[in-house]
């Protein structure tokens, strides 16, 4: 699998936007929002934070959108209804993914090559994943293939796909399950999906959902439930 790299983004493109779900990441936001290709809007979606991450990154360019309900999911959908462009991609707020990393993935859409982009994560420095955190996911990326056939490694959050595809997906879950529906769904709808290496770096700060055993069985107790909801949808 080829690993992915930084390339220019061609001015003429259409824009992109980057849904960002954010709690508590004033230190990151700097450098993830730097990141941002040129024309493409960055969404940071606000999830309850008080170190003032919704200021800075008004006063780093961003649009900020306040989502009350706590929850990834919740965070990570406020974006999507929030965006407006024709591909709408994702990416974590805490540093550990660099969003100039999407310029391919967004090519790769638009050109009709994938429907859905994923970023398979690899990691990049002492500590950036854990080895709990890199347990749940081997368990969910097997269960993962189980359920849908599809050959996937991780279930990352560095991703790229439509919007009104994205929208027409329905999801629902609202917790930490929501990157998994997604890829479920998109496999039942018959998308074309596709994983390619980035490179992962130590987040900046704890993590909120796999910083430790009990966020990552947690994590993992919402996604198995994603996938038996799936599973009894299905005809």
């Not at 293939?145 to 629902?172: F, I, K, N, Q, Y």
């Amino acid at each position: 699998m080829k690993a992915v790299t930084t390339s220019p983004v061609n001015p003429e493109e259409p824009g992109v936007d980057v849904v960002l779900p954010c709690l508590d990441e004033a230190d990151a936001l700097p450098w993830v929002l730097a990141r941002i290709p040129p024309g493409w809007r960055a969404i940071v979606v606000d999830n309850g934070s008080t170190d003032g991450s919704a200021d800075i990154a008004r006063g780093l360019g961003a649009t900020v959108v306040r989502e009350e309900r706590r929850g990834f999911g919740a965070a990570c959908h406020a974006g999507l209804t929030a965006a407006t462009a024709d591909i709408v991609c994702f990416c974590d707020c805490d540093a550990s993914l660099d969003p100039s990393l999407l310029v391919p993935f967004v090519r790769e859409v638009r050109g009709g090559g994938a429907d859905l982009v994923l970023g398979r994560r690899r990691p990049r420095g002492r500590g950036a994943w854990p080895a709990h955190a890199r347990a749940g996911n081997l368990a969910l990326s097997h269960l993962l293939r189980r359920r849908t056939g599809l050959r996937l490694h991780d279930l990352g959050p560095l991703r790229a796909a439509r919007r009104e595809a994205l929208l027409g997906l329905g999801l629902s879950d609202r917790r930490s399950g929501y990157p998994l529906q997604m890829v479920v769904r998109a496999a039942d709808a018959g998308w074309r999906v596709v994983e390619h290496d980035v490179p992962y770096l130590p987040r900046a700060g704890a993590s909120k959902v796999t910083g430790t055993w009990r966020g990552t069985w947690q994590a993992v107790v919402d996604m198995r439930r994603v996938l038996a909801e799936a599973v009894t949808k299905t005809p």
